[in-house]
């Protein structure tokens, strides 16, 4: 079943929030955790993730760009390249940057797109509404979305320690919305901040319908996705950008 088509109810973001409260603890902690972001739509959006059948498996490559796969044949048993690219992906993550999930592109608002559901997120993140409420929060004006995607971390899946701070890109905050209903801490996949090789450290685990902001740069991973886990971890990710 690949599930293209408009999600019955909009996405549609509280217009209940707290915005002093959040936008106080952002400014004195460069994160602040928002949950019951939407009012609407989340729910149908999750089942929408997990019936799509065109998500891709993403590994960085050490020598640039990513490994893409699509996540069927990434999941074949047996299989002998994911073996060879698991192997060298797992090296590099020993002291390197390495990811590794399945992914959906959202498109920017200038670009074609085929998916009305990715339509629908990608409308939501440039609704004029939405950025007025995250100037708000974060103090950037006039944010533009950048580089955003869907993830869904499964068995296996990580993000080694990075900062988001690409030169040149103008991101000033990252953001993550959670999409996971029911997830125990010991499955893994728990968004961690900390700095490189230093304790402590402090994570929090995928919560559904609840949107983690946080500055850039910021030192931070996602922790590997245990077997147990039943189901994967659904986000929506990106970058508010400087115009």
Known sequence: MNAHTRLVSPLTLNPDLDIPT???TFRTRGHVRIPHVLTA??????????ANECWMQLLNKPSGGAWEMPLHEWLEPGSRQRAEIEREAYANACDGFQYSY???RIPAQDEACNDP???QISDLLADAAVKQVLTAITGIADPVFTDGQVTAYGHGDFLTGHDDDLAGSGRAAAFVLGLTPQWRLEWGGLLMFHELGQVPFWGMGPQFNTLD???VPKYHSVSLVSPAAPRRRYSITGWLSRP
């Open 22 to 24: 959040l936008a106080e």
């Open 41 to 50: 739509g989340a729910p149908e959006l999750y089942r929408y993730l997990e």
């Open 102 to 104: 399945a992914a959906l």
């Open 117 to 119: 559901v990715l339509c």
């Open 213 to 215: 902001l946080f500055a």
